[in-house]
């Protein structure tokens, strides 16, 4: 049933538990239709003005970006998953990932509810809201 319908499988990797529950479902999903997956980490992109005050938090970040794209590699490899990553940096994480999903032709997006971002957003996350609103691929959202 599922052996063609998701060869290519985004999803976005930001540490926390539900991108990890997000993580296994993309996983799930590879080994039924023997497709890849794509990791996507969004790093916050600051104005100009900050950059001197911001640069070790930004190495930082980039550093804890790595280890979980590190930490998914090995995930899906023990499962036989081919993995690949994509770090960005940008100012709206939504417009990244729907942006990414769409050029790169992707059968489905897979984001977890609720994520490290803004505590404001009640029940599904900001990122995951936004891209459920925005994308014209597939999203599952994972709780």
């Given at each position: 049933?599922?052996?063609?319908?998701?060869?290519?499988i985004?999803?976005?990797?930001d540490?926390?538990?539900n991108?990890i529950?997000?993580?296994?479902?993309?996983?799930?999903?590879?080994?039924?239709?023997?497709?890849t997956?794509?990791?996507?980490?969004v790093?916050?992109?600051?104005p100009p003005s900050?950059?001197?005050?911001?640069?070790?938090y930004?190495?930082?970040?980039?550093?804890?970006g790595?280890?979980?794209?590190?930490?998914?590699?090995?995930s899906a490899?023990r499962?036989?998953?081919e993995?690949?990553?994509?770090?960005?940096?940008?100012?709206?994480?939504?417009?990244?990932i729907?942006?990414?999903?769409?050029k790169?032709k992707f059968?489905?997006?897979?984001?977890g509810?609720?994520?490290?971002?803004?505590?404001?957003?009640?029940y599904?996350g900001?990122?995951?809201?936004g891209?459920?609103?925005n994308?014209?691929?597939?999203?599952?959202?994972?709780?």
């Amino acid at each position: 049933m599922l052996q063609n319908r998701f060869k290519k499988i985004l999803v976005g990797i930001d540490g926390s538990a539900n991108s990890i529950r997000g993580l296994n479902q993309a996983i799930s999903l590879a080994r039924q239709s023997q497709g890849t997956i794509t990791g996507i980490h969004v790093l916050p992109e600051f104005p100009p003005s900050y950059e001197i005050d911001i640069k070790s938090y930004r190495a930082q970040l980039s550093k804890q970006g790595k280890k979980f794209m590190a930490s998914a590699k090995t995930s899906a490899a023990r499962h036989g998953i081919e993995f690949h990553e994509k770090i960005a940096s940008s100012k709206n994480a939504v417009d990244t990932i729907v942006g990414f999903a769409s050029k790169n032709k992707f059968d489905v997006i897979i984001i977890g509810s609720r994520g490290l971002g803004s505590p404001n957003a009640n029940y599904v996350g900001s990122v995951a809201h936004g891209v459920v609103n925005n994308s014209k691929v597939p999203v599952l959202v994972v709780k």
